[in-house]
C-alpha cells in the first residue's frame, strides 16, 4: 500500500509539472482556478479538517489579504509579491481580533457568526467604509507579479506560481499536522472537554488555527490579485465560502489529498460541462445530498493516527 501511494503521488506531481506543456492557455486557466480554490480548502482544512472548528466565513480572510495586496501596489507601488506576508499578516490579525469574542461558540452557534462576518467585510468593501476599497467598482490596475526580473504574465507563468505555493502549503501543513500543534487541534475536533480536561489551551489552540489559517488565506488572495490585476467585492461573497466548505467537507475533513480532489471535481468538472451550467447548482445538491447520506466522512476520510 505504501509502494502503491509513493508511486500514485510521484505520477500526480509528474503530470502536474508537465500539463501546461501539453493544454492549451484555457484549460491551464482552469487548473490555475484549481490551484487558488485548492490553496483556499486546505486553508479551511485546518480549522474545519484540523481543529473542527465551523467556519463559513472563510471568504472575508482571502478578501482582506486581497484588498491588502491591492492597495499597497496601486497606491503605493510595492510589488505585489512583497505584500504576500503583509497581505497573510493582516488577514491574520483581523481573523484573531474577530475570533477572540467568539471563540467560546461551538458547532452551529459559531458558523452563524462566521456567515455575519463575512457578510459584514462584503458589505464594508461595497460602501467603501474607509474610502479606499473602490466600493462595488473596486480597485484596479494591480500589476503583474516580477519574479526576479521576469513578469509574470501568461497562465502557464501563473500556474507554477500558483500550484507551487500549493506543493509548499501542503509540505508545510503535513509537518504541522504531525507536531504537538497538531495533535492538540485533533484533540480538540474529537472531544474539546476532553481535551481541555488533560491540559489543552483549547482557547489557545481556536485563535492559533483560525488566525494561521486566515493568514493562508490572505496569501492566496495575493495571488488571485496578481493574476486578476482587478478585484471587486463580488469576488468575495458568500457563495465563495459555500464552495470552500463544500470542497472540505467533500474530500474528507482532514484530509489534504481528499481536498485536491473535491477541488478538481468541484472546480474544474464545472468547466468541462459548461452547456450544463445553468443545471450546476442543482448538481451541487444532488451531489452533497448522496455524499452525506452514503458517504458522509467524504471521499478519502482522515485516518486516525
Given at each position: 500500500?505504501?509502494?502503491?501511494?509513493?508511486?500514485a503521488?510521484?505520477?500526480?506531481?509528474?503530470?502536474?509539472?508537465?500539463?501546461?506543456l501539453?493544454?492549451n492557455?484555457?484549460?491551464?486557466?482552469v487548473?490555475?482556478?484549481?490551484?487558488?480554490?485548492?490553496?483556499?480548502?486546505?486553508?479551511?482544512?485546518?480549522?474545519l479538517?484540523?481543529?473542527?472548528?465551523?467556519?463559513?466565513?472563510?471568504?472575508?480572510?482571502y478578501?482582506m489579504?486581497?484588498?491588502?495586496?491591492?492597495?499597497?501596489?496601486?497606491?503605493?507601488?510595492?510589488?505585489?509579491?512583497?505584500t504576500?506576508?503583509?497581505?497573510?499578516?493582516?488577514?491574520?490579525?483581523f481573523?484573531l481580533?474577530i475570533?477572540?469574542?467568539?471563540?467560546?461558540?461551538?458547532?452551529?452557534?459559531?458558523?452563524?457568526?462566521?456567515?455575519?462576518?463575512?457578510?459584514?467585510?462584503?458589505?464594508?468593501?461595497?460602501?467603501d467604509?474607509?474610502?479606499?476599497?473602490?466600493?462595488?467598482?473596486?480597485?484596479f490596475?494591480?500589476?503583474?507579479?516580477?519574479?526576479?526580473?521576469?513578469?509574470?504574465?501568461q497562465?502557464?507563468h501563473f500556474?507554477?506560481?500558483?500550484?507551487?505555493?500549493?506543493?509548499?502549503?501542503?509540505?508545510?501543513?503535513?509537518?504541522?499536522?504531525?507536531?504537538?500543534?497538531?495533535?492538540a487541534?485533533?484533540?480538540?475536533?474529537?472531544?474539546e472537554?476532553?481535551?481541555?480536561?488533560?491540559?489543552?489551551n483549547?482557547?489557545?489552540?481556536?485563535?492559533?488555527v483560525?488566525?494561521?489559517?486566515a493568514?493562508?488565506?490572505?496569501?492566496a488572495g495575493t495571488?488571485?490579485?496578481?493574476?486578476?490585476?482587478?478585484?471587486?467585492?463580488?469576488?468575495?461573497?458568500?457563495?465563495?465560502s459555500?464552495?470552500?466548505?463544500?470542497?472540505?467537507?467533500?474530500?474528507?475533513?482532514?484530509?489534504?489529498?481528499?481536498?485536491?480532489?473535491?477541488?478538481?471535481?468541484?472546480?474544474?468538472?464545472?468547466?468541462?460541462?459548461?452547456?450544463f451550467?445553468?443545471?450546476?447548482?442543482l448538481?451541487f445538491?444532488?451531489?452533497?445530498?448522496?455524499?452525506?447520506v452514503?458517504r458522509?466522512?467524504?471521499l478519502l476520510?482522515?485516518r486516525?493516527?
Amino acid at each position: 500500500m505504501g509502494r502503491f501511494t509513493s508511486f500514485a503521488n510521484a505520477l500526480f506531481i509528474a503530470l502536474m509539472a508537465a500539463a501546461p506543456l501539453f493544454l492549451n492557455a484555457y484549460y491551464v486557466d482552469v487548473l490555475n482556478s484549481i490551484g487558488l480554490y485548492a490553496l483556499l480548502a486546505l486553508s479551511l482544512n485546518l480549522i474545519l479538517g484540523e481543529a473542527g472548528l465551523f467556519n463559513m466565513g472563510h471568504a472575508a480572510f482571502y478578501a482582506m489579504g486581497a484588498y491588502t495586496a491591492a492597495i499597497l501596489n496601486t497606491r503605493y507601488q510595492i510589488p505585489i509579491l512583497w505584500t504576500l506576508p503583509l497581505s497573510g499578516f493582516v488577514a491574520g490579525l483581523f481573523a484573531l481580533a474577530i475570533a477572540r469574542p467568539v471563540v467560546h461558540l461551538r458547532g452551529d452557534y459559531l458558523l452563524i457568526v462566521t456567515i455575519g462576518i463575512g457578510e459584514i467585510v462584503r458589505i464594508a468593501l461595497v460602501n467603501d467604509v474607509f474610502g479606499i476599497t473602490g466600493g462595488a467598482n473596486g480597485v484596479f490596475g494591480i500589476s503583474r507579479p516580477n519574479l526576479f526580473g521576469f513578469i509574470i504574465r501568461q497562465p502557464q507563468h501563473f500556474y507554477y506560481l500558483i500550484w507551487g505555493f500549493v506543493a509548499l502549503s501542503i509540505f508545510l501543513f503535513l509537518r504541522l499536522k504531525k507536531s504537538r500543534f497538531g495533535r492538540a487541534l485533533n484533540y480538540l475536533r474529537e472531544d474539546e472537554i476532553a481535551a481541555e480536561g488533560s491540559g489543552v489551551n483549547t482557547d489557545y489552540y481556536k485563535l492559533a488555527v483560525f488566525g494561521l489559517g486566515a493568514a493562508w488565506a490572505g496569501m492566496a488572495g495575493t495571488l488571485f490579485a496578481a493574476k486578476m490585476t482587478i478585484i471587486s467585492p463580488e469576488s468575495f461573497s458568500f457563495w465563495e465560502s459555500v464552495v470552500l466548505f463544500m470542497i472540505v467537507i467533500l474530500g474528507g475533513a482532514g484530509n489534504m489529498a481528499g481536498v485536491l480532489l473535491a477541488s478538481f471535481l468541484v472546480i474544474g468538472l464545472p468547466e468541462l460541462f459548461r452547456e450544463f451550467s445553468s443545471a450546476r447548482m442543482l448538481v451541487f445538491g444532488l451531489v452533497m445530498i448522496v455524499m452525506m447520506v452514503v458517504r458522509p466522512q467524504g471521499l478519502l476520510p482522515a485516518r486516525g493516527r
